[in-house]
């Protein structure tokens, strides 16, 4: 999935619809976020995103942003913490339960059925599309939505007994295939590798970070891919990889050589990236890490509702980055407020009218228009009203 962000504040107004105040459309099937309203100030949106377009570039925070955070944005760290408060005081919940039907109960293990039979590869990771038997990969990022897949059976009370044992047994053994060294993994588990390897991306990254935290950080994958990042600047230069700590293998691409200079832009992870895979893997918080955190999750609101791979990253970026600051979680809160607004029930979306209750149905409605009965967004649709 890839992300561009508009990075002024009208246009984060504009593409919610909620000229000329960013806190005036009313929330329809909503979640109680709303009582949230006003508490995040639209300034203090604006300097987040100012923050991202100045930054993002950026590979890591660095000592610069550090001292400027601590000097000038504490107040916007303060609103984010007020809103965290008061979501505490209201009793808000940040992913409240589905509470299902037993009708419901039994849609989710047809699903997962339906799943294991169409659309999960023999490598054991979710495909793109439909097939019986898949032999081979035809999604870019089998980890990313594989992730998707377990957090959403994980929402809706079905991730437990022999469907997370089986998961537990085979994911460690999925992902060794794919491990050059711990941390650092190629995107799919061939073998033997192929001539042409692509690079391992931060979407891939991501989805082990979330796989790992569903399993309580027992595979030790956002560990691990801290570890490897901190000792190489947060450079995942796999195709090159020959042996542990080597990278000497040729480099292809569709056919053509390509030098390491020429790959490095797809190897580095860039800012808020890294202070995902920093958090994550167990590093301390600073007021900066936060707050670059946060303005990319209010970033990824910024190309309107018919965009909606960034909003989709920042869904899972929400669910293993909870609890980890007060900060953080207001900022979370925020986003979730501003999301359910705009991929409310009815809105029109990329020319596609919404149907679900809940945002994050929503989103994934109009990422996968070509396949009703895809797992994400059949089980997307019972998640309880509200951002997702």
């Not at 005081?89 to 059925?113: F, S």
Request: proline fraction near 6%; aromatic fraction near 12%; charged fraction near 15%.
């Amino acid at each position: 999935m890839k992300r561009v962000f508009a990075l002024t504040l009208w246009s984060l107004c504009a593409s919610l619809f909620l000229m000329p105040s960013c806190t005036s459309m009313p929330v329809k099937n909503g979640s109680g976020l709303k009582q949230l309203e006003g508490k995040v100030s639209d300034n203090a949106i604006q300097v987040l995103i100012d923050l991202l377009g100045k930054y993002q570039a950026w590979a890591k925070i660095g000592e610069v942003l550090n001292k400027f955070a601590e000097a000038n944005l504490q107040w916007v760290a303060d609103e984010m913490k007020a809103a965290n408060q008061l979501a505490i005081d209201l009793g808000i919940q940040m992913e409240p339960p589905a509470n299902l039907t037993p009708a419901q109960q039994q849609q989710v293990r047809a699903i997962i059925a339906d799943a294991q039979a169409r659309w999960i590869n023999s490598y054991g990771w979710l495909n793109y599309n439909p097939g019986t038997p898949q032999s081979s990969y035809d999604n870019e990022n089998p980890s990313l939505f594989t992730g998707e897949y377990l957090y959403l059976l994980m929402r809706l009370g079905a991730l437990t007994g022999t469907e997370q044992a089986t998961w537990k047994t085979n994911l460690p053994k999925q992902v060794a295939l794919m491990q050059l060294q711990p941390g650092l993994w190629d995107r799919f588990g061939y073998q033997p590798r192929p001539v042409e390897v692509e690079m391992f991306s931060h979407d891939e990254g991501q989805g082990l970070i979330m796989l790992d935290n569903l399993f309580g950080y027992a595979f030790g994958f956002a560990k691990n891919q801290q570890t490897y990042g901190a000792k190489y600047d947060y450079v995942y230069m796999n195709p090159a990889w020959s042996a542990p700590n080597r990278f000497q293998r040729p480099m292809v691409w569709k056919g053509q050589p390509v030098t390491k200079a020429q790959a490095w832009p797809q190897a580095q992870r860039y800012f808020d990236q890294v202070e995902e895979i920093r958090r994550t893997g167990g590093v301390a918080t600073t007021l900066a890490s936060d707050l670059v955190l946060c303005a990319s999750f209010l970033g990824s609101l910024t190309q309107g509702c018919g965009q909606t791979s960034s909003p989709i990253l920042m869904i899972q970026r929400a669910h293993f980055l909870k609890g980890l600051s007060p900060v953080l979680d207001g900022c979370i809160y925020q986003f979730k407020f501003m999301a359910e607004k705009l991929w409310a029930k009815g809105n029109q979306c990329g020319g596609i009218t919404v149907t679900n209750d809940n945002a994050y149905g929503n989103m994934l409605q109009i990422y996968f228009p070509q396949y009703s009965d895809y797992p994400l967004r059949t089980l997307s649709s019972l998640l309880p009203p509200g951002a997702g």
